[in-house]
């Protein structure tokens, strides 16, 4: 086969040059620049070369040999990427250039996709967080080198989104996210990047805002526009964000620095109650590294069942019988001692580790509570366990509530499970399907703290509750103020229309109890009662009460609250 013939056959586009215009070229050529081999010669080879190839192009043109990645544009205006390789040839005594150039736009236009997927979130089509690291990079060191311009880095959490996601599915959730992403673009400027960072957490990059008032402004903008309610699938949620604020500094010489005390700012402002944002200082540094070996703890607290609980008594308000407990959770942590809920559920409620932590304790009270009730005139002593949010979403709470009383052996209706309002209000239509579930079970259902929440009476018939605590807030101050000493006969009053419990958190004077004997309260707990004990306390106390009162349960036992509190 002749060199023509194989140049004609050829899938590379072959071309010969004299200097720089062409003399000769196949037919590939043809086929990749758009232009007939007559229209073709005689041009030069640099003429449909971008601009910016096109001197490095003619450079390797007058050399023996070399090769390069340029650009052109062909007849139809497309532009193509090429490789081509130049060489010389001897043709009958007379020097010429030969050139070979293959065509990478389809191996180009694969990279860029790849590039795409690398650096931006397929959901949102935002950058992501490896491209939001990237350009942190470029920007701190071109604020160092030039000493100029400060930035700010916003760090942006849904609250209670994993609610959202579990309660209405993923298909929801992710619209959601979308829509998000849509409003937080809405209030930038073209300068600044939003980035989606994982899950439902985002960054925004401020780039030349000089302090932190300017982010501020910024952020307060953001939280507004996100606050409203979003329409989705003829549904109407509504969405409140936490922002960390961090600015740039020397002392935060890497991406990973600024990410870093922007999360730690936003966690800040999460723990000050959500919906609100929080400019990072150096002192949250520690703070995030307490909360960090707080998380590791945690873990092995799980591990290690370094869980106890203590048990508060339930009573009759009016001469204070004993009716059952409230196990309560607490941390037997190996170094710092008895940790209390407010030291470790809020950072258990975040992590997830609350789930195994709550089932944990519910089986371990079910347990305990089944081994005094073996004791003649124990059989109907009750214990109230507080069930997390993250346990009421699971898909298979009921199933789990069913297999720890079939394993401890305990009555279902010995057994209640607190939630908060805020639970029952997520989504009403299943709530109320996993209700009527339990209370197939003969598990009581109470509504705890009520009054802190939606604090409305009028849903309570639309949910198969048999009770609920009323907040200790109230209780407190329920001797001197008439406002609070109504709402508690009106709830009492509503509740007894429903057939409900009533049960009085916090009673620590005579004077309150009395107060809520008069408004018709009939059960309630607190110091004036007794404080939380021990189970080994609480079992003697049973058991004292039975063997005092042999033809009589303990539970209706009457005893004086002054003996009580000696516990």
């Keep these: ?64 040999s ?28 007379e020097t010429t250039g030969i050139a070979a150039a293959y065509d990478l736009s389809p191996l180009k236009s694969a990279e860029e996709q790849l590039r795409i997927l ?31 311009t400060p930035f700010g880095l916003l760090y942006l959490d849904l609250d209670d989104f994993k609610i959202v996601n579990e309660s209405l599915g993923q298909v929801i959730g992710d619209s959601l996210l979308a829509a ?49 309610s979003f329409q989705l699938n003829g549904r109407d949620l509504f969405m409140t964000t936490s922002i960390g604020i961090a600015m740039s500094d020397p002392s935060l010489a890497r991406p990973e620095d600024l990410l870093g005390a922007a999360d730690t700012a936003m966690y800040r402002a999460k723990e000050q109650g959500k919906s609100r944002y929080q400019v990072f200082d150096p002192g949250m540094h520690t703070m995030a590294i307490e909360r960090l ?13 370094e869980f106890r609980i203590l048990f508060q008594p339930i009573v009759e308000l009016d001469g204070g019988a004993l009716r059952g407990f409230e196990a309560l959770a607490r941390w037997q942590h190996p170094t710092r001692g008895i940790l209390s809920p407010k030291d470790f559920i809020p950072v258990a409620e975040e992590t997830g580790m609350i789930v195994p932590i709550g ?38 709470m009921v199933e789990r509530v069913a297999s720890i009383l079939a394993e401890t052996g305990l009555p279902g209706h010995t057994l209640g499970l607190e939630i908060v309002e805020s639970m029952l209000m ?39 509750t048999s009770g609920l605590k009323i907040d ?68 003697e106390l049973i058991l004292k009460r039975a063997r005092t009162e042999p033809h009589s349960r303990v539970i209706g036992a009457p005893f004086e609250g002054a003996s009580f509190v000696a516990l």
């Design 118 to 148: 690398a650096y931006h979130d397929g959901l949102t089509g935002l950058p992501n967080r490896a491209m939001l690291v990237e350009t942190l990079r470029r920007l701190i060191f071109s604020v160092r080198r030039r000493r100029g």
């Design 426 to 464: 997520q989504n009403a239509d299943s709530t109320r399907d996993v209700l009527r579930q339990l209370k197939a079970l003969g598990v009581r259902m109470l509504i705890d703290d009520f009054g802190t929440g939606y604090s409305s009476l009028s849903y309570l018939h639309r949910f198969p």
């Design 359 to 396: 089932w944990q304790i519910l089986r371990d009270a079910c347990r305990q509570v089944r081994e005094w009730q073996r004791h003649p005139g124990c059989e109907d002593i009750f214990v109230t366990v507080n069930l997390s949010g993250k346990q009421f979403t699971q898909s298979d």
């Design 472 to 539: 200790r807030s109230f209780v407190k101050g329920i001797d001197g103020s008439w406002s609070n000493a109504e709402l508690v006969k009106t709830i009492v009053t509503i509740c007894q229309g429903m057939n409900m419990d009533v049960v009085a958190e916090g009673v620590e004077t005579s004077e309150q109890a009395a107060k809520l004997i008069a408004l018709g309260c009939r059960h309630g707990q607190g110091y004036y009662f007794a404080r939380p004990m021990e189970a080994e306390k609480a079992g």
């Design 180 to 228: 998000v992403a849509r409003r937080i673009e809405e209030c930038i400027r073209p300068e600044d990047t939003v980035a989606r960072l994982s899950g439902d957490e985002f960054a925004v990059l401020l780039p030349d805002v000089r302090t932190a008032a300017d982010a501020i402004r910024v952020a307060k903008r953001i939280h507004d526009k996100v606050r409203g």
């Design 293 to 305: 070996q707080l998380e590791t703890d945690l873990q092995w607290a799980i591990e290690r069942r």
């Design 1 to 64: 086969m002749t060199l023509r013939r194989l140049a004609e056959t050829t899938a590379a586009a072959i071309f010969i040059y004299k200097g720089k215009r062409l003399v000769d070229c196949n037919p590939a050529t043809e086929a990749l620049t758009g232009y007939t081999r007559d229209e073709l010669l005689g041009m030069e080879a640099t003429q449909i070369v971008l601009p910016s190839f096109r001197a490095r192009f003619e450079e390797q043109l007058g050399v023996q």
């Design 66 to 93: 070399g090769r390069s990645q340029i650009k052109i544009v062909n007849k139809r205006g497309e532009e193509r990427w090429l490789d081509v390789t130049t060489g010389v040839i001897d043709a009958q005594g």
